[in-house]
């Protein structure tokens, strides 16, 4: 099926040079990034607090850099240079499925997050609340394996993630089973997600073989969600599939019920999820667009989410504390967060006239309210949209606004808008939106150029460069924030002359 609507590569044969190089370029960085994990990745015995200099001086140090920064470039520059599409669907999950491979087998790369998991699941399954009692108060006998910014912290996920996370634990039998078995979690939310992927492309009516190449062979999957074990990738899963439900059965009671409760699941892992809820709503309804018909089925599907919520809190025991644990995620303060990036260059400017002007706490306060109106606003365009084509004085649904395509579209820029407004970033935040804005008629290099760029914010042994360049990459971050505003004041006062 051709869609003008999206910018694509005429279809290559996988026999041509181009596509053969990128699959074994990949691999070949694939396979450096699993040998800088054996080097030095992200192991309990790992020193805490290095940077690239110590690293360097360290034995095997200039090894380990160099496999990181060359593996990087080459999975990187492979799959930039089929950004807009892999010359199959069959081809591009072949060759991302071939690339996760060495790195299933590497240590933790790029973060410690996965020894998080594991003693807040050691927590749990030894009795004690998580978002009552942080690791080190709990015991957890891997303490010196996490972060230490996150040791006195309660537990920040859902009640599903700390079951998922116990189990991986009293399954594994020590430290090492619990980091595999928490791995087969999180490739298992991958395999989800491609599951679920040529569904919604096709219904959004776009290339499948693109769509699944953006999502599913961007490094940030290998690197964060395969050999780094984020539970990011069980979000996204479900997620996907909660959508994939909505989309193919809209108005339909009981599907709308288990789409929704695949979405409070996801979001039982991580709550950023809740911002994807109000645009299914949208995709939910069938037959004219009204506010009856929209009570009527997104009440069904928000009766599948609330129900999600209240089932795993009571079965897991815990209740709603893992809402107050969302509060310490901003303790973290980098410049890879836009708001907190302005807030830094502010208190800098402070400094330099001797105040203590305590910015970032507000500059993110503020931020949090620009989301909320940021979200509100792509849910009314959405809503404003679908009603004009299939409203009460209904028509033929152009091809490129259909109802699954609007609802898509929406949640990934509020996705977007979610990772760009939040108090803090890391590098596999990127894959929340890059997964939906894959189902997207968008030009790619707008939202894949910051997607490649994030992957080499990390080290193989979980320093993140966003760390030791707090000053310069603040200043950066924010000029780079004013020119983007600037871009976009111009063309707003460019629009109504072109009409």
């Known amino acids: 099926m051709t869609d003008p609507g999206v910018a694509t590569a005429p279809p290559r044969s996988a026999a041509a040079p181009g596509p053969r190089v990128a699959r074994y370029g990949g691999l070949a960085g694939a396979v450096l990034l699993a040998v800088a994990g054996y080097l030095g990745g992200a192991l309990p015995d790992t020193p805490l607090g290095a940077t690239p200099v110590s690293i360097w001086r360290s034995p095997g140090g200039p090894a380990t850099l160099t496999c990181w920064l060359v593996g990087t470039a080459l999975l990187v520059g492979a799959w930039w240079s089929l950004r807009e599409g892999a010359p199959s669907t069959r081809w591009a999950y072949a060759t991302a499925g071939l690339w996760a491979l060495p790195l299933l087998l590497t240590p933790p790369l790029g973060s410690r997050d996965v020894y998080s998991y594991a003693c807040q699941g050691w927590t749990y399954a030894h009795g004690l609340d998580p978002y009552a009692t942080p690791v080190a108060a709990a015991g957890c006998p891997w303490l010196d394996a996490v972060a230490p910014i996150w040791r006195d912290t309660p537990a920040p996920y859902g009640p ?33 997600a491609a599951f679920c992927l040529p569904g919604l492309a096709r219904a959004a009516r776009v290339p499948t073989r693109r769509a699944a190449w953006l999502a599913l062979a961007s490094p940030l999957v290998g690197v964060h ?25 809209p108005g339909r009671p009981p599907a709308l019920l288990l789409a929704g409760a695949l979405l409070g699941l996801a979001v039982t892992v991580k709550a950023s999820a809740v911002v994807v809820v109000p645009f299914a709503a949208l995709a939910a309804v069938h037959g004219r667009y009204t506010v009856r018909a929209l009570l009527r089925d997104g009440g069904w599907l928000t009766g599948g989410v609330l129900g999600a919520f209240l089932v795993t809190s009571a079965l897991s025991g815990l209740g709603f504390g893992w809402v107050g644990g969302l509060t310490h995620s901003g303790d973290s ?7 907190t990036a302005v807030g830094l260059v502010v208190d800098y400017a402070g400094a330099l006239i001797g105040r203590d002007l305590a910015a970032v706490p507000v500059v993110r306060a503020v931020a949090l309210l620009v989301l909320a109106g940021v979200l509100v606003g792509f849910w009314w365009r959405a809503w404003q949209v679908l009603r004009a084509v299939n409203g009460v004085h209904r028509r033929v649904t152009p091809a490129e606004v259909t109802r699954p395509r609007v609802a898509l579209r929406g949640a990934a820029l509020a996705l977007v808008a979610t990772v760009v407004l939040s108090p803090v970033f890391h590098p596999w935040y990127a894959t929340w939106p890059l997964a939906l804005l894959a189902l997207t008629p968008a030009r790619t290099a707008w939202f894949a150029l910051p997607a490649a760029g994030t992957v080499f914010l990390a080290l193989p042994d979980g320093t993140n460069l966003a760390r030791v360049t707090k000053a310069p990459g603040a200043v950066a971050m924010t000029a780079l924030l004013l020119a983007v505003l600037l871009a976009l004041l111009r063309a707003l006062r460019r629009r109504p002359r072109s009409r």
């Open 333 to 339: 303060k980098q410049w890879t967060s836009p708001p």
């Open 225 to 249: 969600l395969v050999a780094g074990a984020h539970n990011d990738a069980v979000m996204l899963g479900l997620v996907l599939c909660g959508l994939l439900v909505v989309i193919r059965r």
């Open 160 to 192: 599903v993630f700390v079951l998922l996370a116990a189990l991986a634990v009293s399954l594994g039998g020590g430290l090492t089973g619990a980091i595999v078995l928490l791995r087969v979690i999180a490739v298992a939310g991958l395999l989800l």
